[in-house]
C-alpha cells in the first residue's frame, strides 16, 4: 500500500470494512484502526494470505477477526447470513486464556450478526464442548497452537494440511518470529504478503523497561520493595516454576499484599477464577507463570515485574507486553541476580538496547528483611501443612485448600512492616 494511500485511511470504513462491521468496531470504542489493521485488513480483504509481526497489545486479533467476519459476511450476502457456512474460521494459539479472550472478541465483533463461536481447550468437560460444536458455529478457537509446531505433530499436521479445503485464506500473526513459525509459513501460506509493523523484537516506547542486580538471597526482600513502593499499581509477576507462583502467593498475603497466583497445574476453572479476580481488582497482584505471558490483554496492568528471569529472551516480549497496551503506559522491571546475568545479556542483545537500572537504596530495601523472612517460613509451613493433608486425604483437593488460603476475603497473618 502506497504511503499516500496510508495517510488517508482514517477510519475502519476508509479500510473497506462493510458496515455492519465499522459499527461494531464503533460500539467496541474502536474510533482509528491500528498500524497493523491499517496493514494488514485491506491485503485481507483483497484474498492475500498474511505474515503479520506486531508489537504486544498492537491489535492483532482485530486485524485478523475483522477479514474473517467481511468474509462470511460477503460470501452468502445473496441468501442472507443465516444461510453462512458452519466451521467457516478456525483460529489456533498458544493458550487456554487466550483462546477464551479472542473467543470473546469475534463474538463482541459479530454480535449484531448472531455470530457464534466455539471454544476448544484442554480442562474444560470435553461433553460441553462437543455440545458447542454440535451448535454449528462459525469460527471455532483452538489452543495449544505452539505444540502443533512441535517434531511429534509433524505428522498429525501435514495430515490436517492435506484434508482441508486448499481454496482458503490463512493469516499468520505474532509479536516474534520464531524458526517454528517460519516452518509452518511454508506448509500453510501461499504467496503470502509480509507485514512488518514493528522491529522483529521490538517493545513499545510507551513502555519504561528497567532492571536491578541484586543479591539472590534479596529477592524476595526487592519483589516487596518494589510492590510496596508501587501499591497503587496493578502488577503481573512473573516467575520460572507453577510451585514459584504459589509460594510467593502465600509470602504476599502474609504481608497483606494481595496477590492471587496461577499456573499451569491449576484446573481451568481455577486459571479463570484468578484471572477474574485480577480483572476485576480484588486482587492486583497476579503471581504467574509464562501460562500467563501470551496475547492477554487486561487493559488495566500497570506493572510487569520479572521475578525469575526468562531462559528464553523470546518471552521477555511477551511477558512485558502484558503491560503498556494499546498506546498506554507501563513499566517492567527485571530482578536479576548472579545467576541469572547471561539470560539478562540475551534479552537485551534480542531488544538491542541496555536498560536503566532501577533506583533503590539496599538499607531501605533489607529494611523489609525481617517481615519478610518471617513470612516465607509461614508460608512454607502452610504449603507443607496442606501437601501433608492431602497425602493423608489420599484426595487431589490440594487446590482447594490453597484457595482457601490464599481467599480474597481471608485474613492476612501479618503486614509489611520495616524492621
Known sequence: MAEEEKEEIKSFKDLGLCDELVEACDSLGWKTPTKIQVEAIPHALEGKDLIGLAQ?????????????????????SKQGYKSAPVFFALVLCPTRELAIQIAEQFEALGSGISLKCAVLVGGVDIMQQQIALGKRPHVIVLDEADRLLNEDFEKALDDILNVIPRDRYTYLFSATMTKKVKKLQRACLRNPVKIEAASKYSTVDTLKQ?????????????????????????SMVFTRTCDATRLLAFILRNLNIRAIP???QMTQAKRLGALNKFKSGECNVLVCTDVASRGLDIPSVDMVINYDIPTNSKDYIHRVGRTARAGRSGVAISLVNQYDLEWYLQIEKLIGKKLPEYPAQEEEVLQYLESVTEAKRLSQMKLKEIGGTKKRRGGDDEDEDIERYLGVKGKSSKKVKRK
Do not use: N
Open 210 to 234: 528497567q532492571y536491578r542486580f541484586i543479591p539472590a538471597k534479596y529477592k524476595d526482600c526487592y519483589l516487596v520493595y518494589i510492590l510496596t513502593e508501587m501499591s497503587g499499581c496493578t
Open 56 to 76: 504486544t497489545g498492537s491489535g492483532k486479533t482485530g486485524a485478523f477477526a475483522l477479514p474473517i467476519l467481511h468474509a462470511l459476511l460477503e460470501s452468502h
Open 262 to 264: 496461577i499456573s499451569g
